[in-house]
């Protein structure tokens, strides 16, 4: 996505708020920059977060958004700017998945055990990074980080997530199948001929990147709990895998979107990871409430 695109979309998007066919708030250019980004993150993250649920992967989903905050530090370290520390967040994340699953299949620790190590070393690490950074950067700086904030997203934000959102699209939906089956019986995908360790590397590659992309909007705190919430969600109530990514896609959405625009036009002081998140969780107790009342809706796809 250029910038001129970017631009062209975004002065139609104005144009229709100012004439009453969309809320007021989008009337401003950086409002309407978070939504193109709940947009794009939001039907990734519901997706990816199928598999993520599907393989129990919800606590390396936190770790490596949590891991964030130490490649933005370590960013900053080498000069970077601090509102985009882009390589350094994808290197040192990628490298902290990649290597993490590589341990996990040698060692035959159990992943929590591992994934808790890799956690407490990335913290450590980053606090120490930030102890020595802290003349340097603004605290706000670390807010955004860790909860996210609708304020920073630029043009150059959203064409990272646009090329983030294609990568994953294309690598991920051709294989979908097979990273499905490799998740739920990887014996049975390993007769299938199915390369079982490759799809898991790719997999992990694939959170990864997604989640750093995402931190901007969502914060490196949150950015885990929209993979997991929706797909969680959207297990309870789907009677196939089918409705279940589907269901988990228009969740997470509606979630990021309503996250995003409620704050704003209720003028509540809560930043948009937060609010994303709570929105979510509250569809979550509302499809536990009503898996629990109505039995025909008691889904869990296998």
Aim: hydrophobic residues 55%; contains cysteine; charged residues 10%.
């Amino acid at each position: 996505m250029t910038a001129s695109a970017i631009d062209t979309l975004r002065a139609a998007i104005q144009a229709w708020a100012a004439g009453g066919y969309l809320p007021a708030s989008l009337t401003y250019g950086f409002v309407v920059n978070a939504v193109l980004a709940g947009f794009i993150i939001g039907p990734i993250l519901g997706g990816l977060g199928t598999l993520v649920v599907v393989k129990r992967f919800a606590f390396f989903s936190e770790a490596v958004g949590h891991s964030a905050l130490t490649g933005v530090a370590i960013g900053i370290l080498m000069g970077e700017p601090y509102t985009g520390p882009y390589g350094s967040l994808f290197g040192y994340c990628l490298l902290f998945g990649i290597l993490l699953n590589y341990l996990r299949n040698r060692t035959g620790l159990a992943p929590d055990t591992l994934i808790g190590v890799f956690l407490s070393i990335s913290l450590a690490l980053g606090a120490s990074v930030l102890l020595v950074l802290a003349g340097r950067i603004n605290v706000h700086i670390l807010e955004n980080v860790l909860f996210g904030s609708v304020l920073t997203v630029n043009n150059h934000d959203l064409s990272v997530l646009a090329v983030v959102a294609l990568l994953t699209a294309a690598l991920a939906l051709p294989y979908y199948n097979g990273l499905m089956l490799a998740s739920f019986n990887p014996q049975l995908a390993a007769v299938r001929r199915v390369p079982v360790k490759a799809l898991d590397y790719l997999f992990v590659a694939l959170v990864t990147i997604v989640t750093v992309a995402s931190v901007k909007v969502i914060g490196a705190i949150l950015v885990g709990a929209l993979l997991v919430i929706p797909a969680a969600c959207a297990r309870m109530l789907s009677p196939s895998l089918r409705s279940f990514f589907w269901l988990s896609v228009l969740i997470a959405t509606v979630s990021t979107l309503a996250g995003i625009l409620l704050p704003i036009e209720l003028d509540l002081p809560v930043p948009s990871g937060a609010a994303i998140i709570l929105v979510s969780g509250a569809l979550f107790m509302l499809a536990a409430i009503t898996r629990g009342l109505v039995p025909t809706l008691r889904g869990n796809p296998s």
